[in-house]
């Protein structure tokens, strides 16, 4: 049996659930006590608060969308008045596509990924080449912070420069990799002849069990764990596979994405995060995330119950590549295109790789596809290949975002 990162991972689970009830209730009163947002949700369920400190109480307090949070915080600059501390209490301040500001309280692993990364097999010392970006989006960082904190030695690779990042993984023989599945598979490629990877921690995309099979055939451990930029990290695997468990750090409910009513143990729905914050303390953000939630006790000792698997997105917005691409920055990027119509962005997999295809077409004689290519890389920050259909290809009401990807 492994040991844990923190010895609280090994709580029973009725300890753990204690635990888990204790905080929820009382980071309900610290939002409505120190944060406008959080006193509007509580004065909107219309209860006091020792009405509101449970589990079941919860779903008496609004939702707050993802969705919507673009639009709150643009009306209550800069985090929609849910920071319980002034800004000049942050080390930092991430901008996620929407765009979202994501604040980064001054603490050692804020975002919460340590305990994450050792049950994933990462040790002190390890060499660990970090793939995620460390501008605007807060994933580089996240990592990096926990890294830190494991007492890992980190090359800061961030995204793009695949030759580089191959060339320096093979001269110093580094142990850990962390980023995309996609961008494993690729490096692992273009290293040709075996690597010194031995353990993977993978984010912000599907792990399908086929390319999770492909990339451990190469003698690469790989785990995941899922992780908002509002928050941090929310579930991570341990040795088992057998879901994601949660972190302490957030309270996890599952509803129905419709009417926001909790759905039972085991039944798929949206999660909806409370994050345990004094800095931050988000009552009910409904991610737009599907899974669902399995309560049996796992073979690791680990108490807290695991999401079965992510089962992808409840909105429109679909994830390509780890970012989220919202059908208003695809409609914004091609109103940027004079020449174009009509428009669809097309999402498929290639091997273990997402392909964006925006087919347009025209309104006027000059070819656009360079124009478009550039918009949506601006926009989106995605490199997509563009198709000019002939007029009357697509329907006038064609959808902005069509995910033509399928999971095995
Ligand atoms: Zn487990």
Known sequence: METFYDPREGLPRHEWDDWMHQRLGRTVALASRRTAAGRMAVEAAGKPLSDLRWPEDLPQLPLLRKGDLPALQAAEPPFAGWNAVPIEALSRVFVSPGPIYDPEGRIEDYW????????????????????????????????DGALAALGCVTIPGGTGNTEVQ???ARDLRIRGFIGTPSFL?????????????????????????????????????VSQGYAT????????????????????????EIVDPE????????????????????????LRLATGDLSAL??????????????????????????VRGMFVHPNEVRWAMSRVPEVARYQLVVTREGHQDRLVARVELSSGADPSAAVAAQLR??????????????????????????????D
């Open 166 to 168: 191959a060339r320096t």
């Open 112 to 143: 919460g990924f340590a305990p994450a990364l050792h049950a994933a097999g990462f040790h002190r010392g390890d060499l660990v080449l970090n793939t995620f970006a460390y501008h605007l989006t807060p994933a580089g960082h996240m990592m």
């Open 185 to 221: 598979a690729t490096l692992l490629e273009k290293m040709e002849g075996p690597s010194s990877f031995a353990v993977a921690f993978v984010s912000g995309e599907m792990l399908p069990d086929r390319l999770r099979r492909d990339l451990e055939a190469q003698g690469v451990r």
């Open 229 to 252: 930029g509002d928050v941090g990290l929310i579930a991570y695997e341990c040795d088992e596979r057998s879901g994601l468990h949660l972190s302490p750090r957030v309270f996890v």
């Open 259 to 282: 009417s926001g009513a909790p759905r039972p143990p085991g039944a798929i729905g949206e999660v909806v995060i409370t994050h345990l914050s004094e800095i931050y303390p988000l």
């Open 378 to 407: 601006e926009t989106i920050k995605l490199r997509a290949d563009v198709e000019v259909l002939p007029p009357g290809t697509l329907p006038a009401d064609a959808p902005v975002i069509v995910d033509e990807r399928r999971w």
């Open 294 to 319: 399995e309560a049996a006790p796992c073979p690791c000792g680990r108490g807290a119950p695991r999401l079965v698997r992510l089962m992808g997105r409840v909105g429109d917005a679909v994830k």
